[in-house]
């Protein structure tokens, strides 16, 4: 084609040459495909963008896993490290009896449950041995009339299921380390990263928003403040609901007369906190516990409270309680929680929630450009309440 020839309007070479398209070639494509394009590829950009951070996570886990779990022991000591700090006590001091205060009272959990332990072992391992015993007997001359060889193979089969299970939970709860060395030093990290946020998170967080360009400096602090005060919730809630269990579990094997009651139920306020393994070991305990001391009913009706506590716990308190604190929808709650275990374990469910809250709580703030309005948080409820607060723009 010579250039004193006439030129085909709406030719493709047009609309490269021009960079546009024609609007014969726009309206050829249905506009709700064009639509359904533009979000199609903003989505698959952010979904690579979401699945390069979770790879860079699960690449630095000896690092993130240390920072997250310091900044959730951060928002529970929060509400007792700043009622200290209003009545005018110095800061390093309200660290120091916080911290303190906090490990005395796992402390003398675990002391209780120890000791009662203690008091009753003794009359428990014998109980055990007889219950044992019975129990082969049982299978011996009761209507299943098994053999001795059969009974030997069962226990072996069940011994190397909880093996598997048992090493599978474990590699799961030592998510943040291979070895002890690795486990002993993700605690010295995350009991560093704790003193610094309590001694000088606002000096921390001053520097972290200096990374952000000037503009945003004001919208990244805002809404990194609403996620905060939405984290200490998450806390105290999650502290709720694991005294609820350790009182429905502890006050049922109390009313049936399982031994150890008070260890079964401290055993359960702090397996609580420990997604899908605490509640696993601390009700089979119970139920353990319930089999060889008394007896297959009361062994049943222990599962029942420890089934009906765990369902309350997972269907109703966890969505509505959880879901109010955090402003996330139940059923967010309850997938949220299932996505982080299925990508990062125990970790993943344990960070699960708080993130999801977070994240949902800074993205409401910035898509109603809250910072605008002027409303500022309570600086008590800040971890950085030292950070000035960014100056109301001008119209």
Known sequence: ???????????????????????????????????????????????????????????????????????????????????????????????VIALIGTAAVVSGLFWLAVWQITLQWGSVRDRTVDGVTQFRQYLLDGPLHLTTQQIDDFLGQAFSLLQDQGQALWSGALAIGSTVGHVGTGALLTLFILLCILADGGGIWRWTTKLFPAQARAAVDGAARAGWVTVVNYARTQLLVATIDAVGIGLGAFLLGVPLAIPVGVLVFLGSFVPLVGAVLTGALAVFLALVYNGLWIALWMLAVVLAVQQIEGHILQPLLMGSAVKVHPLAVVLVVAGGAMIGGIPGALFAVPLAAFVNVAGVYLSHRTWETGQALAPSDLIWSTVPRPRRRRE
């Open 1 to 95: 084609m010579t250039d004193s020839e006439p030129k085909p309007r709406g030719s493709f070479f047009d609309a490269v040459r021009s960079r546009t398209v024609s609007p014969e070639a726009t309206d050829s494509v249905p506009r709700g495909l064009r639509v359904a394009t533009a979000f199609a590829w903003r989505l698959l950009v952010i979904a690579a963008a979401v699945g390069v951070v979770i790879w860079l996570v699960i690449q630095l886990k000896m690092l993130v896993i240390p920072l997250m779990v310091a900044i959730l022991i951060s928002a529970l000591v929060w509400p007792a490290f700043t009622w200290l700090l209003r009545r005018g006590v110095p800061r390093w001091l309200s660290i």
